[in-house]
Antibody, heavy 122, light 110 residues
Framework: EVHLVESGGGFLQPGESLRLSCAAS????????MSWVRQAPGKGLEWVSTISGSGFGTNYADSVKGRFTISRDNSKNTLYLEMNSLRAEDTAVYYC???????????????WGQGTLVTVSS | QSALTQPASVSGSPGQSITISCTGT?????????VSWYQQHPGKAPKLMIYEGSKRPSGVSNRFSGSKSGNTASLTISGLQAEDEADYYCCSYAGEYTYVFGTGTKVTVL
């Protein structure tokens, strides 16, 4: 069974940095791209970043480009999101999501974690 | 990377059918057959309901169906039930490891 568990959320001030982690289990981690999706309080879903299975392919939403870095450690089955220069508008629940599965194309999010809350406020 | 456009809210009585539209551009919805739909209940993670525009994951009720025409995708819920009351989001692949979500639609069962 696929299991995704995010951690690392917290309360920070503007300009600070934070690293989120997503521990994955139940599948061959290195075979699948992974993504981060966030949801500000009371707002909709926003795609943040995706990384290929190998880690060599990445992309970011314009709203975080240059400030956030996605990475993965396939030996530890863990996905990361390094967030720098945090702003109030980065306040959100951050979900990690698996891209595809044996039964689903890579361009789909069939599995999600429970999310971790990041609050940025002065 | 503009969000796909969805109606803010749609409502219907139990047993009725409703349709949620999702309008994008020729760079996302119109260019790829990778539109998916997610259901989200309050405080919960999103759940995949439709993928590749019209395919249903195992375990998802056949009351949910999807379609796409040009730059617009649609989700139809037939035989509306109380448990269908939730927020629904469309999502399209937009190339080179990028995605765009819709603005979200709150479905209310009257």
């Amino acid at each position: 069974e696929v299991h995704l568990v995010e951690s690392g959320g917290g309360f920070l001030q503007p300009g600070e940095s934070l690293r989120l982690s997503c521990a994955a289990s139940g599948f061959t981690f290195s075979s699948h791209a992974m993504s981060w999706v966030r949801q500000a309080p009371g707002k909709g879903l926003e795609w943040v970043s995706t990384i290929s299975g190998s880690g060599f392919g990445t992309n970011y939403a314009d709203s975080v480009k240059g400030r956030f870095t996605i990475s993965r450690d396939n030996s530890k089955n863990t996905l990361y999101l390094e967030m720098n220069s945090l702003r109030a508008e980065d306040t959100a629940v951050y979900y990690c999501a698996k891209c595809g599965d044996d039964d689903y194309p890579d361009y789909t999010f069939p599995y999600w974690g429970q999310g971790t809350l990041v609050t940025v406020s002065s | 990377q503009s969000a796909l456009t969805q109606p803010a809210s749609v409502s219907g009585s139990p047993g009725q059918s409703i349709t949620i539209s999702c309008t994008g551009t020729s760079s996302d919805v119109g260019n790829y057959d990778f539109v998916s739909w997610y259901q989200q209940h309050p405080g919960k993670a999103p759940k995949l309901m439709i993928y590749e525009g019209s395919k249903r994951p195992s375990g998802v009720s056949n009351r949910f169906s999807g379609s796409k025409s040009g730059n617009t995708a649609s989700l139809t819920i037939s035989g509306l039930q109380a448990e269908d009351e939730a927020d629904y989001y469309c999502c399209s692949y937009a190339g080179e490891y990028t995605y765009v979500f819709g603005t979200g639609t709150k479905v209310t069962v009257l």
